[in-house]
């Protein structure tokens, strides 16, 4: 795992929540970070939900229902600023209780969940923001240590093998399926954990951006720890 302080050449750190969201990417930095030391008991918080999904998202009338210590009610506190924040923003944060997220069965020889390396892709611009609060933080990768999934050779021709349609089509097959948004980290490739408490903005594959999209992926979480996690 690299240390944030190593990985200035993709991520650039900002000591307010103004600057965070007005920092432009540039060159290689398709990553900003907001480093905080948060207080409060977001554990407390977590404990409070009942898991009956894997995925709950919680509204800000379900954490005032809650009754918490006084360092919970500190956690509760600092994630309704921050979507009060991302809101006046003009964002949609979703704050989410994680016990984890569903796996790709349908192409075991290129999984496409969270869980792959990947970039985020849209049509319009757009940047993804997240902060984990509790819980395994995601992980990026620089490009330069990371090649597409379906350049390598093996995984190229076994895909080729499962399309089927005419050769000017398997470009489309890739991108319908999401196929080539994945990547593969190369060998003594070092991951940046994102930390806990941090907010991040990840560049986001859109026909605007001037920079290369964030390589990400979600942790695998460990065993009856659930994260607890702002994105939009």
Not at 43 to 62: C, F, H
């Amino acid at each position: 795992m690299l240390d944030l302080c190593k990985a200035e050449n993709q991520v650039q750190c900002v000591t307010n929540f103004e600057n965070f969201l007005a920092t432009p990417f540039e060159g290689e930095i398709n990553a900003i970070c907001f480093s905080r030391d948060l207080g409060g008991d977001f554990s407390e918080i977590v404990a409070k939900v009942q898991m009956e999904e894997n995925i709950v998202v919680l509204e800000v009338a379900d954490l005032l229902s809650f009754e918490l210590s006084k360092s919970g009610q500190t956690a509760r506190d600092i994630l309704i600023n921050d979507m009060k924040k991302l809101q006046a923003h003009g964002a949609k944060p979703i704050l989410n209780v994680i016990k984890c997220y569903e796996k790709d069965e349908d192409f075991p020889l290129l999984p496409t969940d969270v869980y792959s390396f990947h970039v985020d892709s849209s049509t319009v611009p757009t940047d993804t923001i997240l902060c984990t609060y509790f819980g395994e933080p995601s992980e990026i990768l620089p490009h330069s240590q990371a090649i597409k999934k379906v350049l390598i050779p093996k995984i190229r021709e076994d895909l080729r093998k499962l399309y089927d349609g005419q050769e000017d089509g398997f470009d489309e097959f890739l991108n319908e399926y999401f196929f080539d948004l994945h990547y593969h980290a190369l060998p003594q490739a070092k991951t940046i954990s994102l930390g806990v408490g941090n907010f991040w903005r990840l560049a986001v594959d859109h026909p605007e951006s001037q920079v290369l999209p964030c390589i990400h992926r979600a942790p695998q979480e460990k065993q009856g720890q659930h994260r607890l996690l702002m994105i939009c």
